[in-house]
């Protein structure tokens, strides 16, 4: 069951997402909290908590709405209606920015977001893309709010430009019948179903996403394939060829006609392996000091030659069988 155990501002009973979520768990222990970023009682509990801490569900008021620029596949990065998340990806870049505190925290002035975003996107030069899924994955959210089908729709009517998000999950439904205008670009992230199973802890399988793009791209979204992030294990070049023949058998020519690619090689960190090692003792390990080095204050990436060669190998597969397929960077 989740969650287990929610922390809430006091503030969020002035919204009505705040009553509706307070009265949709009013089963589940409520404790009330100064500040969703500053929770003393779970920042000092020890690593090996993580997995209960995961089971926590956070409400709050967002109070920052800086955008960030961007210059992947969008233009800014907005700070949007979550952050964290309930999965449990050892290699979760959110752990960078959170430690163990990476629980998923909802955030219910969801239409003073909404607003800002919708009137940003009518304030600048150009048409831009607006990167909404950054801090969370908003497919899990809307399970819990049914806030991106809000989003969506709005947006689509009163947006300029476009808004994207990726997802390990496949919960799509509720979306497919939405007004979406074509201002909307889906991106599947993706990983071989080995790593999906022993690394991506809690999130959807590998053929169930692939549906699940191939559901959205029918109806009438941009969609997009996020590999990511690309993880070196010793058979990884056997593991990410069947990926592909399985995204190549699955996919419909629809998606891949128009799809496009990102991929990411992991960066892990010296929190992730703190976290990890007592967390998830009997898991999967990610740091390989042979193929990794430095990079930054207290994260590793692979060395150049292998980080090079994992490229090579990658878009000579991925063009094998979509050559069509427009790959938009790889880092």
């Given at each position: 069951?989740?969650?287990?155990?929610?922390?809430?501002?006091?503030?969020?009973?002035?919204?009505?997402?705040?009553?509706?979520?307070?009265?949709?768990?009013?089963?589940?222990?409520?404790?009330?909290?100064?500040?969703?970023?500053?929770?003393?009682?779970?920042?000092?509990?020890?690593?090996?908590?993580?997995?209960?801490?995961?089971?926590?569900?956070?409400?709050?008021?967002?109070?920052?709405?800086?955008?960030?620029?961007n210059f992947k596949t969008s233009d800014f990065l907005v700070p949007f209606t979550s952050s964290g998340c309930s999965a449990?990806?050892?290699?979760?870049?959110?752990?960078?920015?959170?430690?163990?505190?990476?629980?998923?925290?909802?955030?219910?002035?969801?239409?003073?977001?909404?607003?800002?975003?919708?009137?940003?996107?009518?304030?600048?030069?150009?048409?831009?893309?607006?990167?909404?899924?950054?801090?969370?994955?908003?497919?899990?959210?809307?399970?819990?709010?049914?806030?991106?089908?809000?989003?969506?729709?709005?947006?689509?009517?009163?947006?300029?430009?476009?808004?994207?998000?990726?997802?390990?999950?496949?919960?799509?439904?509720?979306?497919?019948?939405?007004?979406?205008?074509?201002?909307?670009?889906?991106?599947?992230?993706?990983?071989?179903?080995?790593?999906?199973?022993?690394?991506?802890?809690?999130?959807?399988?590998?053929?169930?996403?692939?549906?699940?793009?191939?559901?959205?791209?029918?109806?009438?979204?941009?969609?997009?394939?996020?590999?990511?992030?690309?993880?070196?294990?010793?058979?990884?070049?056997?593991?990410?060829?069947?990926?592909?023949?399985?995204?190549?058998?699955?996919?419909?020519?629809?998606?891949?006609?128009?799809?496009?690619?990102?991929?990411?090689?992991?960066t892990y960190s010296y929190v992730h392996r703190a976290i990890n090692?007592?967390?998830?003792?009997?898991?999967?390990?990610?740091?390989?000091?042979?193929?990794?080095?430095?990079?930054?204050?207290?994260?590793?990436?692979?060395?150049?030659?292998?980080?090079?060669?994992?490229?090579?190998?990658?878009?000579?597969?991925?063009?094998?069988?979509?050559?069509?397929?427009?790959?938009?960077?790889?880092?």
């Amino acid at each position: 069951m989740f969650p287990v155990k929610i922390y809430y501002e006091p503030a969020i009973d002035e919204y009505t997402l705040g009553k509706t979520l307070r009265e949709k768990y009013k089963d589940v222990p409520q404790i009330p909290i100064e500040s969703h970023n500053n929770i003393f009682e779970l920042r000092s509990r020890p690593n090996s908590d993580f997995v209960e801490m995961k089971k926590y569900l956070i409400i709050g008021v967002r109070k920052t709405h800086k955008y960030a620029d961007n210059f992947k596949t969008s233009d800014f990065l907005v700070p949007f209606t979550s952050s964290g998340c309930s999965a449990m990806c050892l290699y979760c870049y959110l752990v960078c920015n959170y430690n163990k505190c990476s629980y998923l925290r909802i955030f219910v002035n969801q239409e003073e977001i909404l607003n800002k975003l919708i009137k940003k996107s009518h304030s600048t030069e150009k048409e831009c893309v607006f990167e909404i899924g950054s801090n969370s994955d908003l497919i899990l959210e809307n399970m819990i709010t049914n806030s991106l089908i809000t989003t969506i729709e709005e947006f689509g009517k009163k947006g300029r430009g476009a808004i994207t998000f990726p997802t390990k999950f496949s919960m799509v439904d509720k979306l497919l019948n939405l007004d979406h205008n074509g201002k909307v670009i889906f991106r599947m992230s993706i990983n071989p179903s080995e790593i999906i199973r022993d690394v991506e802890i809690g999130t959807s399988t590998l053929m169930s996403r692939i549906i699940a793009l191939n559901k959205m791209c029918e109806a009438g979204y941009k969609v997009g394939l996020l590999i990511a992030p690309v993880i070196m294990l010793k058979n990884w070049r056997m593991i990410y060829t069947e990926m592909l023949d399985t995204l190549y058998e699955n996919l419909t020519e629809k998606v891949k006609n128009s799809m496009f690619i990102e991929v990411i090689f992991m960066t892990y960190s010296y929190v992730h392996r703190a976290i990890n090692d007592q967390a998830f003792p009997d898991r999967q390990k990610l740091y390989n000091q042979q193929l990794m080095t430095g990079r930054g204050r207290g994260k590793y990436c692979y060395r150049q030659y292998y980080r090079e060669d994992g490229e090579a190998f990658l878009r000579y597969e991925i063009g094998k069988r979509f050559n069509c397929a427009n790959i938009i960077y790889v880092v």
